[in-house]
């Protein structure tokens, strides 16, 4: 399968993906990954990942959840742009 969106990460997001990758290394494989999916199916149409369409979300606050492992990443999807606007912290 191929991208058909392109993936990008605001400033908050790089922010706090610095801070998470310096506690939890294993964070680089996740977000890795997380890019990977997203790139490919943001709106899950396949229905193999972990996506949730948040409820009463605006735009620019991250509408949509993908969990992978521990981590979480709230992100857009904004025509084919998908844009990452925070990653979560471990929930254990």
Known sequence: MTARFSVRSTPHYERLARSLLKRHPEFRGRQERAVSVLAADPYNQTGTHNIKKLVAT?????????????FRFRYDVVGVEVVLHTPSRPTS
Do not use: D, I, K, T
Request: zero cysteines; hydrophobic letters at 40%; aromatic letters at 8%.
């Open 58 to 70: 605006a735009v620019g606050e991250g509408q949509w959840r993908l969990s992978l492992g521990r």
